[in-house]
């Protein structure tokens, strides 16, 4: 039953909480499952509606015994949306504790301060979808004025400027801060062997390629872009 509601709850619209509603009030034990109490927070988080039930709700769960770095930084992601930034600052910095120098965590407890970042940052990947790179590199330069140290930014910065054939040098540098700064190893290391071997540096392209296919040996771009590397002459 507690799968079934789980999976419920995860999608989180409003026809399905109605159908949680109802499913609780013939089984008001539910009340009871830590389960239940953290996927229904989760839902009501997740559609914008009775957040201080939602928080309720992740604190019961936590009592009960759910997992408390899930806990500690989905509830962290609620105490910000309702302006309580210094509850989110100690449950991410429990949720550091509990994992330290977790790359997501590290980047929400970065971008606390900065009120309607997230929602700037969906806009912009929004934009990347549709192509839109230089609208999202003109915004994502604006937002690495306040966040420099951001690690996805930095990241999409660079790509945008790769995918332009712009500013290659540039796009190189953010590169780089984007892995100093903690972002996915992977996806660096795709991008940046590519930008690479664009620019000519077959033997970095390697490197970061082969370091790539590493991680990720099931993905195939990296294993493509090897493919029609130069091959070069042994002297």
């Not at 988080?45 to 709700?57: D, K, V, W």
């Not at 796009?171 to 984007?178: E, I, R």
Request: aromatic share 8%.
């Amino acid at each position: 039953m507690i799968e079934k509601i789980s999976k419920l709850t995860g999608a989180a619209s409003e026809e399905e909480l109605d159908i949680v509603n109802r499913v609780i009030l013939r089984n008001p034990e539910l009340l009871k499952s830590a389960d239940w109490n953290y996927n229904s927070a989760y839902c009501f988080h997740s559609l914008g509606i009775n957040l201080h039930e939602a928080l309720h709700r992740y604190d019961l769960s936590l009592e009960l015994g759910y997992g408390e770095l899930d806990v500690r930084y989905r509830r962290a992601f609620l105490h910000r949306d309702i302006g309580n930034l210094e509850a989110a600052r100690a449950d991410l910095e429990r949720a550091l504790e509990l994992k330290p120098n977790d790359p997501s965590t590290l980047l929400m407890l970065y971008r606390l301060p900065i009120k309607g970042v997230e929602e700037k940052i969906t806009e912009i990947r929004e934009m990347i979808d549709r192509c839109q790179y230089q609208g999202a590199a003109v915004q994502l330069s604006d937002l690495l004025t306040v966040v420099p140290k951001d690690s996805e930014l930095n990241y999409l910065f660079a790509l945008c400027l790769h995918l332009q054939n712009k500013d290659l040098e540039l796009a190189m540098k953010h590169y780089d801060l984007a892995l100093q700064h903690g972002f996915d190893e992977f996806w660096v290391k795709y991008n940046r062997g590519s930008l690479y071997a664009r620019l000519g540096n077959t033997e970095q392209a390697k490197a970061d390629l082969m370091r790539a296919v590493e991680l990720k040996p099931e993905n195939q771009g990296p294993q493509q872009v090897l493919q029609h590397l130069p091959v070069q002459n042994k002297t």
